[in-house]
């Protein structure tokens, strides 16, 4: 079993920044996954960043501005948003992989939420 605890959201101007994490803990887990994902009120939720074995890739409306990153020492995942703008206003859920030789689990913060305003 993996916990996750997020951290990091809160209220920013336009063209703002913050920064999130999420550190994984537990006994006796490999990673093979780490990413972050959003939710808006009535919307779907959606894939922001992923980072899988050091590869990285975004969804479209974030390119340029947020950027993902792993402290494999730490199991932490950071989200750094810049130009933060008013449709980036979700609720953020890090998402963990793990995965065994037979098996892979998926795990998920429990959400911070991010406001965009002025």
């Known amino acids: 079993q993996v916990q996750l605890v997020e951290s990091g959201g809160g209220l920013v101007q336009p063209g703002g920044s913050l920064r999130l994490s999420c550190a994984a803990s537990g006994s006796d887990f490999s990673i093979f996954a780490m990413g972050w994902y959003r939710q808006a009120p009535g919307a779907q939720r959606e894939l922001v960043a992923r980072?899988?074995?050091?590869?990285?890739n975004y969804a479209d409306s974030v390119k340029g501005r947020f950027t993902i990153s792993r402290d494999n020492a730490k199991n932490t995942v950071y989200l750094q948003m810049n130009s933060l703008k008013p449709e980036d206003t979700a609720v953020y859920y890090c998402?963990?992989?793990?995965?065994?030789?037979?098996?892979?689990?998926?795990?998920w913060g429990q959400g911070t939420q991010v406001t965009v305003s002025s």
């Open positions: 998402n963990v992989i793990t995965r065994t030789s037979t098996t892979m689990f998926h795990y």
């Open positions: 980072n899988i074995g050091g590869a990285t």
